[in-house]
């Protein structure tokens, strides 16, 4: 009884979160959060099919993982460049038939949307002569293609993620 009257109603009230002004503070705090957070999730839902036209169009990435010499392009051997996009790699000589390096390539590797365009190149100090070229898309996995022109040949395998 003594300790009651000292304290007061209001002093015990607000020092007593557990009472029943608390909890019901509480359940209103967690009800608008949740119903905020519902807002948001049902925004992004409803704004979800303009991303998802962007995420089509990803962002893909495109790791020339081994080249192999088939048949040179010059009788002294080839300084081979590859071209990803507008990004040159390179070059690396191949001076045997065959000759299939990977890991001494380092791994060119290039991001893209869409497609991307890839050329093989063989320098002679400023010029060059494209051995041949493609244009892939966003095709996943491993791809072998063969590069060749009248007289030389290389195999390139690429992967796309
Ligand atoms: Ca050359």
């Given at each position: 009884m003594k300790t009651i009257s000292t304290q007061?109603?209001?002093?015990?009230q607000a020092g007593?979160?557990?009472g029943i002004r608390g909890r019901l503070i509480r359940t209103g705090a967690v009800l608008a959060f949740a119903a905020?957070?519902?807002?948001?999730?049902?925004?992004?839902?409803q704004a979800a099919p303009a991303p998802a036209g962007v995420g089509a169009a990803n962002v893909?990435?495109?790791?020339?993982?081994?080249?192999?010499?088939r048949d040179l392009q010059e009788t002294g051997g080839d300084e081979i460049k590859i071209k990803l996009a507008e990004t040159k790699f390179g070059?690396?000589?191949?001076?045997?038939?065959?000759?299939?390096?990977?890991?001494?390539?380092?791994?060119?590797?290039?991001?893209?949307?869409?497609?991307i365009d890839v050329a093989l190149r063989e320098f002679d100090g400023v010029t060059y002569t494209t051995i041949d070229s493609f244009v892939t898309g966003y095709s996943l996995g491993v791809h072998d293609v063969v590069l060749d022109n009248s007289n030389t040949i290389y195999e390139m395998s690429y992967e796309i993620t």
């Open positions: 007061g109603p209001a002093t015990q007593r979160p557990g905020a957070a519902v807002g948001l999730t049902g925004g992004a839902a893909c990435t495109l790791e020339v993982l081994s080249l192999t010499s070059p690396w000589t191949f001076s045997v038939v065959p000759w299939e390096r990977n890991a001494s390539l380092n791994s060119p590797t290039k991001a893209f949307t869409g497609t």
